[in-house]
């Protein structure tokens, strides 16, 4: 069955970065778009960023944009997520989440989610 | 951006009542609807997309309507597992939003 399992959470300072990784299975990877989608503690989910199944095109939230950088290896069914200049309000589970087919803009399966902390 | 507002953002119920959440776009998104539970301490689960289709897996019970800017979910009759949070989510166009969230609590 489809499998998403994130890692790389920490605590981190602001500033600093940190890399997330999710891995996949179960599934065709390189064949569907993935999104990071986070949601801050006691809070709302706020999409983050998707890339499409090839790399080809990528989008971003403004609150991320110029520090967040999504990329896949599809060889190692492996979705990242470079976070630079972490802010405090950056603080939340991330999750990764895999789409339907011709549906790039839906997240369907979601991972359980990997916790950043932004704190001095 | 498209805003995404529900409503109520919490709702007291019994097992068995019907129960009816509203999402409200801030321009027409067609039918790229989208609609989650989450459960405490849990990963969303996808149940309605395109405003109506039931997600394979997810109880008859469950049910989504609208189109254009007004859209709901309808949960049938409550059952136990049912008590948790709701987003509905646009995919019209990026970037995807998120409705505020309607927690659905036990009267």
């Known amino acids: 069955q489809v499998q998403l399992v994130e890692s790389g959470g920490g605590v981190v300072q602001p500033g600093r970065s940190l890399r997330l990784s999710c891995v996949a299975s179960?599934?065709?990877?390189?064949?569907?778009?993935m999104h990071w989608v986070r949601q801050a503690p006691g809070k709302g989910l706020e999409w983050v960023a998707v890339i499409l199944y090839d790399g080809s095109n990528k989008y971003y939230a403004d609150s991320v944009q110029d520090r967040f950088t999504i990329s896949r290896d599809n060889s190692k069914n492996t979705l990242y997520l470079q976070m630079n200049s972490l802010r405090a309000e950056d603080t939340a589970v991330y999750y990764c989440a895999s789409t339907k087919v011709g549906a790039t803009r839906l997240p369907d399966y979601w991972g359980q989610g990997t916790l950043v902390t932004v704190s001095s | 951006d498209i805003q995404m507002t529900q409503s109520p953002s919490t709702l007291s119920a019994s097992v068995g009542d019907r129960v009816t959440i509203t999402c409200r776009a801030s321009q027409s998104i067609n039918t790229w609807l989208a609609w989650y539970l989450q459960r405490p301490g849990k990963a969303p689960e996808l149940l309605i997309y395109?405003?109506?289709s039931l997600e394979a897996g997810v109880p008859s019970r469950f049910s989504g309507s609208g189109s254009g800017t007004e859209f709901t979910l309808t949960i049938s009759r409550l059952q136990p597992d049912d008590f948790a949070t709701y987003y509905c989510?646009?995919?019209?166009?990026?970037?995807?939003?998120f409705g505020g969230g309607t927690k659905v609590e036990i009267k």
């Open positions: 989510q646009q995919y019209n166009s990026y970037p995807v939003t």
């Open positions: 179960g599934f065709s990877f390189s064949s569907y778009a």
């Open positions: 395109k405003a109506s």
